[in-house]
């Protein structure tokens, strides 16, 4: 089965330091743990979700968090997992993608840009709820409506 999880050892990168220049430039080398891949599982048999085949699969998941420095964690996670979901065939849409940083450039209340994500959610045959989606208000709401409106769920 593929885990869609990024990998402990170079938490997603594909490649870890391994050393510094003289410069402190980053020596770089291939990841052990996943084969550069970035993900664990990658190369297994049978994926844990199924393949797309075109179909639209909306990501959801945390953006808020105590930090930058966690927020930034979030985005990049939703960003491999959306990258992971369109190379099993899927079109995935990342709310966190789309509209990540609004919240500093725009003096919008975040319920207009929920409101606007459950449209897109609305069109896709499919949600992948990214761990820590419980601790997200939007998340659950998103949750929510792919409940109601009968949509395929999936969870990390």
């Known amino acids: 089965m593929v885990e ?5 050892v170079c938490w997603g990168k594909g ?17 052990p743990g ?12 049978k994926p844990k979700i199924p393949m797309g085949e075109g179909r639209l699969i909306y ?11 966690k927020k930034q964690d979030n985005v990049r996670h939703a960003t491999r997992v959306a ?24 003096t919008l209340p975040r319920e207009v840009f929920l409101k ?7 069109c896709c045959q499919a949600i992948f709820m990214l761990r820590g989606w ?3 208000e939007g998340a659950k709401a998103e949750f929510d409506l792919a409940r109601k409106l009968g949509k395929e769920i999936y969870f990390e």
């Open 4 to 8: 869609i999880k990024g990998c402990p």
């Open 15 to 31: 490649a870890i330091c391994v050393g510094l220049t003289k410069d402190l430039e980053p020596i770089l080398k291939p990841c």
């Open 34 to 45: 996943c084969n550069s891949t970035g993900w664990l599982g990658y190369k297994t048999e």
């Open 59 to 69: 990501v959801a998941g945390p953006y808020r968090a105590e930090t930058e420095g």
């Open 83 to 106: 990258v992971r979901l369109w190379e099993l065939g899927w079109y995935a849409f990342s709310p966190i993608n789309n509209t990540a940083y609004f919240d500093v450039y725009s």
């Open 116 to 122: 606007g994500d459950l449209k897109f959610l609305e």
């Open 134 to 136: 419980g601790s997200s």
